[in-house]
């Protein structure tokens, strides 16, 4: 019996959650095709702006879960509650806690798809709306198309020029120190990175500062090793949003290994887990309300109580990883702060439960 009452418990959260999803990304998705109308040049017209917004969905999708499984959860067990469902189970004999581990198993089951769009489906295509974007709005000027990166390698100091998706560069300046002082300086006119991820570095001239003077050596043709290879490049490129949490862990190390600030990617990586975690929380949350006054309320009276803790929380986490960055504070207290304020008031609530 317990079984059946948890599968028909997690198709009502599942599907009002699906409704609310919907309805909530149709109306950020207009937000965000109006926003880049007033960004078309070039090749990026209206079409390319729907593709674009098209593309970014998934990526929404993951960002608003939190406050659609939240209002679909409110919804779907106020309705519950309304038609005294829950009562009656109640009357069953099922305790509080039973009722909250039901609601948790479904909390689990979107955490998963959560965690599946966030990292696998959500940054890559993300990634691909914004490159396309960037060709298309720039490739008639090639002046303008592509990036300027700098990246580092231990004492090696890389500037590449008019980078592109496809990892083939322009110009290619190395500037490698030894203790501390310049010793030397390589400028290749072209560059790019091949399949086994060695720097292909074309009529290449290299300029050595030594104590009894300086030499300079060229070729046409010479291959590099270095410790940065597409997937860092790729990572250094692309905004921490457009990266999954794995890339985001192997740029964080590879910025660890060459000393140098970690906090935004830090801080995007837990606020991450944060937020994903934070949707086996909301059913919970839900179920405590409706046992409140929600449960002889309306949908309208629900849906405004989900909204109001919705928005609270979602300013919150924004609010405080923001800040976290500007005033170096802890990524991971930061962005675990919103999450835990949560799940306190959700075992305050369901321990005032009679």
């Known amino acids: 019996m317990t079984g059946i009452l948890s599968q028909y418990m997690m198709r009502t959260i599942l599907m009002s959650t699906g409704l609310v999803l919907v309805v909530l990304l149709a109306l950020a998705g207009l937000f965000e095709f109006i926003a880049e109308l007033d960004d078309t040049r070039g090749d990026y017209q209206t079409g390319l702006a729907i593709v674009y917004t098209l593309l970014r969905l998934p990526n929404l999708a993951f960002e608003m879960l939190p406050v659609a499984v ?10 519950l509650a309304g038609n005294s469902e829950i009562i009656v189970m109640r009357s069953a004999g099922l305790s509080v806690k039973e009722l909250a581990a039901m609601v948790a198993l479904t909390g689990g089951v979107l955490l998963v798809i959560t965690g599946l769009l966030g ?8 990634f691909y709306a914004r490159n396309m974007r960037m060709e298309a709005r720039y490739q008639q000027e090639d002046d303008s198309f592509g990036n300027e990166t700098w ?4 004492s ?11 990892f083939e560069f322009g110009s290619l300046y190395l500037y490698k120190f030894k203790n501390g002082q310049l010793a030397s300086i390589s400028i290749a006119e072209n560059s790019g990175i091949d399949e086994n991820d060695s720097w292909i570095l074309e009529n290449l001239r290299v300029t050595h500062f030594e104590q009894d003077g300086v030499q300079v050596q060229t070729s046409s043709r010479a291959i590099e090793s270095f410790e940065v290879n597409s997937d860092l490049l790729g990572s250094s490129m692309a905004k921490p949003l ?4 794995r890339e985001l862990l192997s740029y964080i190390d590879y910025l660890e290994r060459n000393s140098l600030d970690t906090t935004k990617y830090k801080t995007e990586f837990w606020f991450r887990v944060a937020r994903t975690s934070t949707v086996l929380i909301m059913p919970v949350l839900a179920l405590a309300f409706v046992f409140g006054s929600l449960r002889t309320g309306g949908a309208g009276g629900r849906l405004m109580i989900g909204v109001v803790i919705g928005l609270a929380y979602y300013l919150a986490s924004e609010t405080l990883a923001n800040s976290g960055q500007v005033f170096n504070l ?7 702060l919103p999450t835990a304020i949560l799940a306190f008031v ?9």
Do not use: Y
């Open 156 to 166: 090696t100091f890389l500037h590449l020029e008019k980078v592109s998706p496809e």
């Open 346 to 354: 959700t075992l305050f609530a369901l321990s005032r439960i009679r």
């Open 151 to 154: 990246v580092k390698d231990g």
């Open 330 to 336: 802890n990524p991971i207290f930061v962005t675990w």
């Open 70 to 79: 939240l209002l679909g959860s409110l919804l779907g067990l106020g309705a």
């Open 119 to 126: 990292e696998f489906i959500g940054p890559p295509l993300d």
């Open 242 to 245: 457009s990266l999954s949490a």
